[in-house]
């Protein structure tokens, strides 16, 4: 058996070839995978799931991808007998094209309740509606969806009507607990709704402030603080693509440069940061990072954190434009 120290020399070898093999081959996936790797301490990083049943015993809540994982790690905080687990942890951006495979349906099957944003963003709920609907949670039911954009949770507000929807549903399908998810649940609206208080003091004296954002999900602090969206020049993670419809939009960005002087260009992290950097160069923008929360470090103050530090980044991009 390896002793500890053998192991850690194995692991930080890994590391290094990890990051070697970035240098010489840039991969955008294989660059995303080893900085989210490196970036969660050891003991933080979400347990490995696996595609065995439910544990006898144990309530196994099932979340599709990371921002409803954070917030059920909200709800389910001190509830008992519960096992949560995140299915799509490799999904990084990617949401609306990631698939399960065999073993995730598998896991589907296995567990006891299964949350979903919805909104159309988990693309394989379709196919499993007809087995799992008794026991799924959709986290966005009856939200007033802005633009067909599914990433309700980017607004506070979404954010805040995903808790009560999934709470409400938990108590429902684990009675016995149903006061717990119900402290639980206001406890963590009550966090988001202080969260909502301070970014909307904090950027009222930028109310209608133009921006142009390179992802439709940060299109949602239009709405949530007043602000003006100019437009989403997207970009596609697919090079070809990317490369086809490059030139257009660099034809959009520099007429909405002229039409907004020193508007701002807020990209998000796990875009392509070559056709975003050459959007903007061509333009004459600069660009500021806004974070989705669609992935990062499984801890429970995760998405209260990201937020805060969005503020400070359209706080900072309006003083400068």
């Known amino acids: 058996m390896r002793s500890d120290k053998t192991k850690t020399n194995i692991r930080r070898r890994f590391i290094l070839l990890s990051l070697f093999t970035a240098a010489v081959f840039p991969s955008c996936s294989l660059k995303n995978d080893i900085a989210g790797f490196l970036k969660a301490p050891r003991e933080t990083q979400m347990t490995v799931i696996s595609a065995q049943s439910e544990p006898e015993g144990k309530i196994r809540i099932l979340a599709t991808f ?3 994982y954070i917030m059920l790690m909200n709800l389910t905080e001190n509830v008992p007998d519960t096992e949560l687990m995140l299915l799509a942890q490799n999904a990084g951006g990617r949401l609306t094209s990631w698939e399960p495979s065999e073993d995730d349906m598998r896991l589907i099957e296995g567990c006891g309740i ?7 963003l988990e693309k394989f709920l ?8 008794s026991r799924t949670i959709i986290a966005s039911k009856d939200f007033k969806i802005s633009e067909d954009n599914p990433y309700v949770w980017v607004s506070i507000d979404g954010a805040i009507f995903q808790a009560e929807q999934t709470g409400k549903q938990l108590s429902l399908m684990n009675p016995e ?4 998810y119900r402290r639980n649940t206001e406890r963590y609206v009550d966090k988001l709704s202080a969260l909502s208080r301070q970014i909307r003091r904090d950027l009222q004296p930028f109310e209608q402030k133009s921006f142009i954002t390179c992802h439709e999900a940060l299109s949602y602090f239009s709405i949530e603080f007043n602000l003006h969206h100019a437009e989403n020049l997207n970009l596609d993670y697919d090079i070809k693509t990317e490369q086809k419809y490059l030139p257009k939009l660099i034809k959009r960005a520099k007429k909405l440069s002229e039409r907004f002087p020193g508007i701002p260009l807020f990209s998000e992290p796990n875009l392509d940061t070559y056709g975003v950097s050459i959007l903007a160069m061509e ?6 990072q806004l974070d989705s929360v669609s992935d990062g470090i499984p801890e429970k103050n995760a998405y209260i954190s990201a937020m805060l530090k969005n ?5 900072t991009a309006f003083l400068q434009s």
């Open 283 to 288: 333009a004459g923008l600069k660009i500021y």
């Open 177 to 180: 607990n149903a006061e717990l």
């Open 311 to 315: 503020a400070r980044v359209l706080k």
């Open 66 to 68: 990371y921002p409803i």
């Open 126 to 133: 379709p196919q499993i509606s007809e087995r799992t609907a």
């Open 114 to 120: 299964l949350v979903a944003n919805g909104a159309g």
